[in-house]
């Protein structure tokens, strides 16, 4: 998964259709089906490994141990759709449930040319784990389509998201599984989904609907604040941390990977409380400015040129450079597997505040632990988006609309608690802080086995 892969594959559509694993034309498809892009490290076997780690400071009923290790359900659909010049072509789609022993299915839905089976297997149980941490009531899934959303139109996009949408059928539902966005979607894709799934139901019963996906926009029914929730609640996180340890945000440098949804925001507000940005990388290059990037102009730069390169506000450096950059908070907020050793090795940060799900390898991991750089985890850092994904889910529920202030208060006040009870267990188990996150969330999911047992 590397940034040369991404530029590498912004081809013409005729090579597109032989690149593997792409969507191809019905004609070529049996072709182009061999094989799948085989990442650094095998994202979902990392996983188990950090999870392995954990069971060892929870102490877990064996059963519970085996149902975590594999996904409820995995559902994979291949289906056509027509493109803008009148050609078909097969996509394959992904969800897959991980577990709702807590609640109803949940999580983002991923468009990426590189999504994979074990990829989103690792994202969906992330969410398990995520969801009982933070005490929101549902359970773990993933969604994903491999595509290069770049190369579609947005008509296209749209009859891909409707397609994929009514081929899901009833494996979705607003009290069953509910997906959300993720990397490559956004608010209209989710408002798609909501329009497809709705006219999909009897007329009585359409607007009971609603609640199928989040992350909609706030006029069909989002809710206020879940556009910037994950980045804030990134920022909750790295202000509990500074508290505890009494170090000032406030004229500190930090550096972004990735400058989409979550890492704009995170910048933006991390930059309001005096944080300068020093350094950003995203798909088409790398920034740095020692004397600050403005992240508000950045993205209005990014909404009209596709990418932050070409800037004018901070100078081009290279990927290497990158990472090397001089600051004291590193946000990864792009892909999984992105910090390697090599990475870990000529990183400058004393904090990486895990905005992306799973961007740290194993190798890289132990290199931070033998360097003391801290790492917040995933699972805790970047759980704002499922926790405002809840409040949207219960004010489509209960037909509210929250204030702004309102959503903020609740989501600092989760962030916060979760933050504390991580913190907690690594302290008096002697254990980093992805173990005890996942050792907290372990802990709540073994027992509600016990007290439920498991059917017949
Ligand atoms: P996005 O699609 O809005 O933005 C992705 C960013 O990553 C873009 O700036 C893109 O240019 C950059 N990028 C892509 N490939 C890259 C590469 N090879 N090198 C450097 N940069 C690259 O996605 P997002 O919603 O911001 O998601 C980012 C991460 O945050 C993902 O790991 C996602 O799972 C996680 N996350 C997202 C949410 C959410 O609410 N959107 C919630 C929790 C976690």
């Not at 990014?302 to 946000?331: L, P, R």
Request: charged share 25%; aromatic share 8%.
């Amino acid at each position: 998964m590397s940034k040369k892969a991404e530029t590498a594959e912004a081809v013409s559509p005729s090579k597109m259709k032989a690149a593997p694993g792409s969507a191809v034309s019905v004609a070529n498809a049996d072709l182009a089906r061999a094989a799948e892009p085989a990442p650094v490290e095998n994202f979902f076997e990392v996983h188990l490994t950090q999870l392995a780690r954990a069971m060892e400071h929870a102490p877990m009923q064996k059963h519970v141990r085996l149902i975590l290790s594999e996904p409820k359900n995995e559902i994979i659909v291949n289906f056509p759709v027509k493109m803008d010049d009148g050609n078909f072509k097969l996509f394959t789609g992904y969800r897959i449930q991980h577990n709702n022993i807590m609640g109803p299915y949940k999580g983002g839905l991923r468009y990426h040319h590189e999504v994979t089976l074990d990829e989103v297997k690792a994202l969906a149980a992330l969410m398990t784990y995520k969801c009982a941490l933070l005490e929101v009531p549902f359970g773990g899934a993933k969604g994903g389509i491999r595509l290069h959303t770049r190369e579609h139109s947005t008509s296209e996009l749209e009859r891909i998201t409707r397609r994929f949408t009514h081929d899901l059928g009833n494996n979705i539902g607003p009290e069953y599984d509910i997906p959300a966005p993720d990397m490559g979607t956004n608010s209209q894709m989710m408002v798609w989904m909501m329009d497809t799934y709705m006219n999909m139901h009897n007329l009585s019963d359409k607007n009971a609907q609603r609640r199928i996906v989040t992350g909609k926009s706030l006029t069909s029914g989002g809710s206020r604040g879940r556009e910037k929730a994950t980045g804030q609640g990134v920022v909750y996180c790295i202000q509990e941390w500074a508290d505890e340890r009494g170090f000032r945000l406030d004229g500190c440098s930090y550096t972004v990977q990735g400058f989409g949804n979550v890492g704009s925001h995170t910048a933006q507000i991390l930059s309001r409380l005096g944080a300068v940005l020093v350094a950003v990388q995203d798909h088409t290059g790398s920034l740095y400015n020692p004397e600050g990037i403005y992240p508000r102009k950045l993205i209005d730069y990014v909404q009209t040129h596709g990418g932050i390169a070409g800037y004018a506000g901070a100078q081009a450096i290279s990927d290497e450079e990158f990472w090397a950059a001089d600051c004291d908070i590193c946000i990864p907020a792009a892909l999984e597997l992105q910090i390697t050793a090599e990475i870990a090795r000529n990183l400058k940060c004393r904090m990486i505040a895990e905005a992306a799900n799973g961007p740290t390898t194993l190798e890289a991991e132990a290199v931070l632990r033998e360097r003391n750089i801290e790492v917040l985890p995933d699972i805790m850092a970047n759980a704002g988006g499922v926790v405002v994904s809840y409040f949207e889910w219960i004010q489509n529920k209960r037909s509210e609309s929250w204030q702004l202030q309102e959503v903020d208060s609740r989501l600092h006040f989760m962030m916060k608690r979760a933050y504390h009870e991580m913190r907690a267990f690594a302290r008096e188990r002697g254990v980093d802080n992805r173990t005890a996150a996942l050792a907290v969330a372990l802990e709540r999911i073994n027992t509600v086995y016990i007290e439920r047992g498991v059917f017949p």
